[in-house]
């Protein structure tokens, strides 16, 4: 399957968007209340060529990072479930235990055999020991990371028809793995729920230009103006994110949103993300919950004080050398992937984020990309990689359906369904740095109009793909107000 998250100088093939005549205007019912009405049409995406067609639309000319015109989404969520075929919403929860069974397995095999056989009495050798020990580490990491992805589908009920035995199987297996089940289940609904929304989404809430200028002490119109970020620069911030990212998420809800005063109950007001505001995936009053959500989080809670336990108990028996080579140093590596597969599934230089005004759920669950990784993605990830597009539009599909459902949606998506999958596995690392480099902040383009300015692409300093907008320097306001900066000609 050739590319279609790929530079403007690479010529792209991409299917049409079918058309649907008796398609609604608005999206599925179940999607957000706040949700704009969408631009109808009856013609397919392809024909609209025009600048003149497009400001009929009411939003220009929009530009992705690599210079790609980007149009917006006219399908419905009825449009992609009616393609997908019948058996493929069909869940065995026999099936998935047998993959919970698989996982188990291999990581107590690789754990027997290393214990058994890589001891100084069979390899003498010191270096050659470490080395291996620390093979050990990457493959019970990819192992973990399968576990955990068989968990994410127990969270979104595809796992099986059952309810029980989802969050059940969830529970303990996210538990062994230092993750709140509950308090994530439903934090990470609501990602599901506001993908691609500035304001309300979980995951990798991308900078606007604003926060990106005050974080480094300028303004904003002298963004455009600045050198480029040296490559160390990004090095040491992705190593940081690799590392760091999963537990300063759970602690401190980093990269998630920050308007916490729209929770309905009023527990967000005056709450801000960080370390010891409230705002965390532990605290019942957090305002990532409702007060309903309360015995969840402590049932996650315990999940979490009973591994904790665990861990403690063994450390005093095996010495916490010992466990940090089989346990802890695994669970690094189960981060680092989980970090690496959420941020490229919603970062790339062709994605588009939505204000409150432009967002609806349909352009917000396209706002995502599939990727290749290989027989690691595929076998031992379990597809979370591959599938993801179609996992924002219908969660409930099992994994082992994905790439059939994935299939019928592209016809329906046609432009908008987008894959990276050029280079396999090591395309699939490589982007971690091109996202990195590519994707700094994000802002409307030069030629939006109308809820064109609602939608925003990714810029950045490296002088890589579309330039940053020159932004003219306000007048101060009267009584001494902050500068007001001005973007282009208003419409």
């Not at 690094?332 to 992937?337: D, F, I, P, Q, S």
Request: glycine fraction near 8%.
């Amino acid at each position: 399957m050739a590319s279609t998250a790929i530079p403007k100088r690479t010529v792209l093939k991409r299917t049409v968007t079918s058309t649907t005549e008796n398609s609604a205007p608005s999206t599925a019912a179940g999607s957000p209340s706040d949700t704009p009405r969408q631009s109808p049409s009856s013609t397919s995406l392809s024909s609209m060529s025009s600048l003149g067609e497009m400001d009929e639309k009411g939003y220009g000319k929009l530009l992705d990072t690599y210079g790609n015109e980007f149009e917006l989404p006219d399908f419905t969520v009825n449009d992609i479930r009616n393609a997908i075929p019948k058996r493929c919403f069909e869940r065995s929860g026999l099936r998935g235990l047998g993959y919970v069974a698989r996982d188990i397995a291999s990581l107590a095999t690789t754990f027997f055999l290393f214990n058994r056989f890589v001891t100084p009495e069979t390899i003498p050798s010191t270096p050659i020991r470490a080395a291996l020990w620390a093979l050990y580490t990457i493959i019970q990491g990819l192992f973990g990371t399968g576990l955990w992805v068989l968990a994410h589908e127990c969270g979104h009920q595809s796992f099986s028809p059952s309810k029980i035995l989802n969050d059940t199987t969830g529970w303990i297996c996210h538990s062994a793995l230092l993750v709140p089940y509950f308090s994530w289940k439903i934090s990470h609904g609501k990602h599901h729920k506001a993908t691609g929304h500035m304001d309300r989404d979980m995951v990798f809430v991308p900078k606007t230009r604003e926060v990106y200028a005050s974080r480094i002490g300028k303004l904003i119109h002298e963004i455009d103006e600045l050198t480029e970020e040296t490559p160390i620069a990004t090095l040491i911030h992705s190593v940081g994110q690799q590392l760091l990212g999963w537990p300063f998420y759970l602690f401190a809800n980093v990269t998630g949103h920050d308007k916490h005063e729209h929770q309905h109950e009023g527990r967000g007001k005056g709450k801000v993300n960080g370390f010891f505001t409230g705002v965390n995936h532990f605290n019942p009053s957090s305002p990532l919950y409702e007060a309903k959500d309360a015995k969840l989080i402590l049932l996650s809670d315990l999940g979490l004080a009973i591994t904790i336990s665990v861990l403690t108990m063994l450390c005093r028996t095996y010495g916490f050398s010992n466990m940090a080579v089989w346990y802890f140093a695994p669970y690094l590596w189960v981060n680092h992937w989980l970090v690496a597969i959420t941020f490229l599934q919603h970062t790339d230089p062709t994605l588009p984020h939505y204000t409150a005004e432009s967002w609806n759920y349909v352009r917000g669950a396209a706002a995502t990309i599939d990727r290749e990784f290989g027989f690691i993605g595929r076998t031992l990830l379990h597809g979370i990689v591959e599938t993801h597009v179609l996992h924002h539009y219908v969660s409930t599909i099992p994994f082992y359906h994905a790439d059939e459902a994935s299939e019928a949606i592209k016809p329906v998506m046609g432009r908008h369904y987008r894959a990276d999958v050029k280079g396999g596995s090591i395309g699939f690392l490589k982007s971690m740095w091109t996202s990195a480099r590519w994707c700094q902040w994000v802002e409307p383009s030069e030629g939006a109009i109308g809820e064109g300015k609602g939608v925003l692409f990714f810029r950045n300093r490296n002088g890589l793909g579309t330039k940053p907008l020159k932004l003219k320097e306000g007048k101060p306001a009267a009584g001494g107000a902050k500068m007001a900066m001005v973007v282009g000609a208003d419409d």
